[in-house]
């Protein structure tokens, strides 16, 4: 993933005026935070490759529940807050996301306590209320069209 960004964020600045140390133009920074992002991305994938583990065992097979789980949390949210317009389905709203992101994300693990999620959803839905429309003022919709109207 590191070399993947890295490799996009040089690739697209090479589009712009590099410049050089003492007159950096525009794409100096971004070529230079790809290039180093790339390389951390490569030592990281090397040392994973070529560490033993202490038992010698291999690595595990993929995770397949957890992965979809918090995969389909975040299309959850995003299609709550935004709305599929081409579909037809309008913004359900910032509470909403919240509720189905918590909801559909804890269902990842192996335990599932119905109470437990509801206050934390509740907790993360007034923080995130508190934090996004009343102190950055934020304006994307927070409730459901038709509860509103």
Known sequence: ????VGVAFAWGA???NIG????MGPGYFPL???????????????????????DGEKIGSI??????????????????????PSIGMRPLGLIFGIFALTF???NAGDEFNL?????LA???????????????KLQFPVWPAFLTA
């Open 115 to 119: 109470k437990e999620v509801t206050i």
């Open 32 to 54: 230079v935070l790809g290039v180093l992002l790339s390389v951390l991305g490569g030592v990281i994938t090397f040392k994973a490759l070529v560490v033993e583990t202490v």
């Open 122 to 136: 509740f907790i993360l839905a007034v923080i995130s209320y508190a934090a996004f429309i009343l102190l950055l």
């Open 1 to 4: 993933m590191f070399m993947c």
């Open 63 to 84: 995770a397949w529940r957890p992965l979809f789980f918090i995969i389909a949390a975040n299309l959850v949210f995003g299609a709550s807050i935004g709305g599929l």
């Open 20 to 23: 050089n140390g003492a007159r």
């Open 14 to 16: 090479s589009s712009y």
């Open 104 to 106: 559909i994300a804890s």
